[in-house]
């Protein structure tokens, strides 16, 4: 990219990042997603380091996935990723995926707050970070997904729980942003999605979870292709939500 | 490669990959030699489009990996990996993984059988894929890593139960090979993996697993810096063995 605000990464579907219906795993997928945004801060200078000597770091606030179709195996494809705006809390960071022949195959938005790591708290990033707005890319493709309206789940009882383990937990602690989706998808039933690919998956964070903790997803199916899904803690505390559209 | 016997596939480590200690994490990395294994394969005309044609799979039998020091955030690596050798039921491949100065940084060796997907026989090698023996590479880098002594588990209570979810599961309707790793290390104590990297981890599996089959893992300490674990069923059946040793 001749711009720097622009970025691209080109990956290969392996073998073992397939799911049941043999294309590409969405946790597979995000985990990209979320490397693109990693490694593009970083040669903005915004990265996880330079942040880290201010005793900052980028946590994500909501991510939204949008697929047209997911490559399969020993597919090539694209994440195009640019910061399209700053506000003074949140960072929106946008990301184009394409196939090997140029085509559109998938959109991606995500939503990041700056945090101070030793209080937890959201930092203006305006004044935290006052070099971020000229980060943010004039020129870029489209991003044309929306948020669609929160998540309601009225299910009294979990459909699967679990306690974070090593694979679930980042260098600060806390549990991976991205393995909440495997979570998440883990309390859907294994008929349902290896019938329809996922269309749209959105996730928002609210609470922060540790290892070890007791967790539990509650679904609520919102109508025929579409679950509304929350990840809460023992005390009822909503730690995360979700939504899951099919194809 | 001029050789097509000998096969190799670059990757970076992306900042959603590390584990608790800011390092490429074990199952990512195991992840990652699987695909380099499946890309050779299909490469060599022995690869899962091709084998599924006859109603034949490649399944792991054992994996064995062994790291001298574990890839850093966004530091680039290379994963080199070819066929040893082949007896009746077994087809050795073995990887040699370099840091961008071509240092080597560690080593892997995984043990193959053939698999007739209708019946889940093991197939003799020689007679179903006779080609197979031409795919040996004649020359290649030392991987001079041995089998060690198998897992002994005398513990009766499992560290960790769970039931294998839609992420774990691959197209076969298996229990994915590589999510065993992630599954035995969460039954190892976060504090002993934070502070200590796994230098090295063996597996071999024995019985396959299903989706929301109830799997207990059980763990027993070797050493100081060793652990043996087993996979079990709840008729007691051992499906997988594992050992983890410290650095």
Redesign the interface.
């Known amino acids: 990219m001749s711009d720097s605000r622009i970025f691209e990464s080109r990956f290969?579907v392996?073998?073992?990042?397939?799911?049941?219906?043999?294309h590409l795993?969405l946790?597979v997928l995000a985990?990209?997603i979320?490397?693109?945004?990693?490694?593009h801060a970083?040669r903005l200078g915004i990265?996880?380091?330079a942040l880290l000597e201010h005793r900052q770091a980028w946590v994500f606030s909501r991510l939204l996935i949008q697929m047209e179709r997911y490559p399969s195996?020993?597919e090539s494809y694209t994440i195009r990723s640019w910061i399209d705006s700053v506000s003074r809390f949140f960072s929106n960071r946008n990301f184009a995926i394409y196939d090997a022949q140029g085509g559109v195959i998938g959109h991606a938005a995500s939503v990041w707050a700056l945090m101070d790591v030793d209080s937890r708290q959201a930092l203006d990033i305006k004044e935290a970070l006052p070099g971020h707005a000229d980060c943010v890319a004039p020129e870029h493709p489209d991003c044309p997904i929306t948020r669609t309206s929160r998540a309601r789940v009225t299910a009294t009882e979990p459909a699967?729980t679990?306690r974070p383990?090593?694979?679930d937990?980042?260098?600060n602690?806390h549990f991976?942003?991205?393995r909440y989706i495997?979570?998440f998808?883990?309390?859907?039933p294994?008929e349902v999605?290896k019938e329809r690919p996922i269309h749209r998956f959105e996730i928002g964070y609210s609470t922060e979870c540790h290892?070890?903790e007791p967790l539990a997803v509650y679904v609520t199916a919102a109508a025929a292709d579409e679950y509304d899904l929350e990840l809460r803690k023992t005390d009822g505390t909503v730690a995360s939500r979700a939504k899951v559209i099919l194809k």
Chains 1, 2 share one sequence.
Request: charged share 20%; aromatic share 14%.
């Open positions: 290969t392996g073998g073992f990042q397939l799911d049941s219906t043999l795993s946790p985990n990209h979320a490397s693109v945004a990693s490694d970083e990265g996880r380091v195996e020993y699967y679990f383990r090593y694979c937990i980042d260098y602690g991976n942003s991205i495997e979570h998808l883990g309390a859907l294994l999605l290892y070890d």
